[in-house]
């Protein structure tokens, strides 16, 4: 009977052993992503084929994700976070989910402006947060700013997406880092002022209601535009970079960062760097249509075909900073 036992055991053993994926590949790495599968699965699957390393992965809202990251504590399985918006990495890095990461590839791959100066999240892809207009209705040379779509010469013209979005959250934080509360109040009541009507749940209806004439202008994101141009490329649209003599065009971020209780963290920091390598970086943004944030690498001719345009450099750690400030002053300024 004993003798039995062992065999088991050691027929388990050898199963465990040969098993793919398992022992000899002891490499392996657990994602939680809020990006969805389809912008991950594809770099994931070359991760594998160059590497052997096995990726495992659930994709979810960026906030059940944290709140899983939570709840689980250190028992969870997960070793990185890929999420959304730099608004969305500095709260899962302020909730304590996620541990710092040093890696001098990393600092050489992602621009200091698009990662968190203590180490705990990395840009991966660029996403610009800039101005959409119906071109049978402004002349670019009309647009300028951000500051200027407060102007009374914009009533009535205005669409807006909710200030619930955490980009326009991120947008109004930046605003702050750079003009300071007060003067930052005094734009947003002029926005709801110009807005035509309510605001939008999404960036692709606000840019529907745009072509429509319904307003004549607003602010999105560059992928939501490359989405609805390639289904409906009729649509009399056109983005404009505002800010350009001054600091330039809002960007955002999505990244990730390695969790505090990963069980794998040396695999899953190499999966990091490799994402922030020329190898890794137009497979991460180009499905999305967004910009590599290795300055090494360039966007996809859809992407650079929208123009080239200078950035906001400060770094995008602010939004989270001032996240919770822009949400009661959009909220003081009646913007819903
Ligand atoms: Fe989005």
Request: hydrophobic share 40%; with cysteine; net charge positive.
């Amino acid at each position: 009977m004993r003798n039995l036992k062992k065999i088991f055991i050691h027929a388990a053993m050898v199963a465990l052993f040969t098993a793919p994926g398992l022992a000899f590949s002891a490499d392996e790495v657990v994602v939680y992503s809020a990006r969805n599968e389809q912008l991950i699965k594809p770099l994931f699957d070359a991760y594998t084929k160059e590497t052997g390393t096995q990726i495992k992965f659930i994709t979810d809202k960026e906030s059940a994700l944290l709140e899983r990251l939570k709840a689980e504590g250190n028992r969870t399985p997960a070793d990185m976070l890929i999420t959304v918006d730099a608004g969305n990495l500095w709260l899962a890095a302020h909730e304590g989910v996620l541990a710092k990461t040093k890696s001098k590839t990393l600092e050489a791959n992602v621009p200091a402006h698009l990662r968190d100066p203590d180490g705990y999240w990395f840009g991966l892809s660029v996403r610009a947060r800039t101005i959409v207009y119906n071109t049978n209705k402004v002349k670019p040379a009309e647009l300028s700013t951000y500051e200027d779509l407060a102007d009374p010469k914009w009533k009535g013209r205005l669409c807006l997406r909710t200030s619930k979005k955490v980009y326009n959250q991120s947008l109004v934080a930046m605003m702050i880092a750079r003009l300071g509360e007060q003067k930052t109040e005094e734009i947003v009541r002029g926005w709801v002022a110009n807005l035509a009507t309510d605001v939008f749940p999404d960036d692709t209806k606000e840019m529907e209601a745009i072509a429509a004439g319904q307003c004549d202008v607003g602010v999105v994101n560059t992928y939501y535009y490359g989405r609805l141009m390639k289904k409906k490329p009729e649509l009399p649209l056109a983005l404009f970079w505002p800010n350009q003599q001054a600091q330039g065009v809002h960007v955002n971020v999505s990244g990730a960062g390695i969790t505090k209780h990963a069980k794998h963290r040396a695999a899953a920091v190499k999966l990091l760097e490799w994402m922030s390598s020329e190898k890794a970086q137009n497979l991460f943004a180009d499905e999305n249509m967004e910009y590599p944030a290795n300055p090494t690498m360039k966007p996809h001719a859809t992407v650079a075909a929208w123009g080239t345009f200078k950035q906001d450099t400060i770094n995008v750690a602010e939004a989270g900073k001032r996240q919770a400030e822009a949400v009661k002053l959009m909220d003081r300024a009646g913007y819903k």
